[in-house]
T-cell receptor
């Protein structure tokens, strides 16, 4: 079975500081893709960043970057210079090369304080 | 270009009533999905359609049926609603029926309460 584990139900960060959200996953396949989705109070699911497993270089999107450790099956999200608008639920998800559906973690609620 | 649209946004049902959640996408995507989101459970896949004319069960299909009406539309039906089906329902679509690296685009969600 393919699983995604987010061990931090809640995290808090001060504005302008850096925070890292953890995610581990389990799959026996070698071809897969990893994602972080953000869900603000509006409920809309927004893609933050994606990582292809075959790429060694960690993905970055502006203030968002990942630390992808394939051997450890770890995919953490780093948010730099945190802003109030970053407050949301963050979901880690992955999809394998043979499947056509995402597997989601249970989410981490991020609070941003002044 | 509206992306993925869902109707209704909110619905309250009594136990035993039936209803259909509608989903449409205008991005010419091949694959469409229905998820439910419950507190502390993340998103769980109910059904998906890898391409027009096909549907498959996901993780939690019991109590639901789906119809891929055409390439654009994918509906979810609750034949006899139960309180356990109280949840937020999301429809999503993606370009390819294979994993690829294609992003899943989500609709705004439907909050369903069954009393």
């Amino acid at each position: 079975a393919q699983t995604v584990t987010q061990s931090q139900p809640e995290m808090s960060v001060q504005e302008a500081e850096t925070v890292t959200l953890s995610c581990t996953y389990d799959t026996s396949e070698s071809d897969y893709y990893l994602f972080w989705y953000k869900q603000p109070p509006s409920r809309q699911m927004i893609l933050v960043i994606r990582q292809e497993a075959y790429k060694q270089q960690n993905a970055t999107e502006n203030r968002f970057s990942v630390n992808f450790q394939k051997a450890a099956k770890s995919f953490s999200l780093k948010i730099s210079d945190s802003q109030l608008g970053d407050a949301a639920m963050y979901f880690c998800a992955f999809i394998t090369g043979t499947a056509s559906k995402l597997t989601f973690g249970t989410g981490t609620r991020l609070q941003v304080t002044l | 270009n509206a992306g993925v649209t869902q109707t209704p946004k909110f619905q309250v049902l009594k136990t035993g009533q039936s209803m259909t959640l509608q989903c449409a996408q205008d991005m010419n995507h091949n694959s469409m999905y229905w998820y439910r989101q419950d507190p502390g459970m993340g998103l769980r896949l109910i059904y998906y359609s890898a391409s027009e004319g096909t549907t498959d069960k996901g993780e939690v299909p019991n109590g639901y049926n789906v119809s891929r009406l055409n390439k654009r539309e994918f509906s979810l039906r609750l034949e006899s609603a139960a309180p356990s089906q109280t949840s937020v329902y999301f429809c999503a679509s993606t370009k390819s029926g294979l994993a690829g690296n294609y992003e899943q685009y989500f609709g705004p969600g439907t909050r369903l309460t069954v009393t």
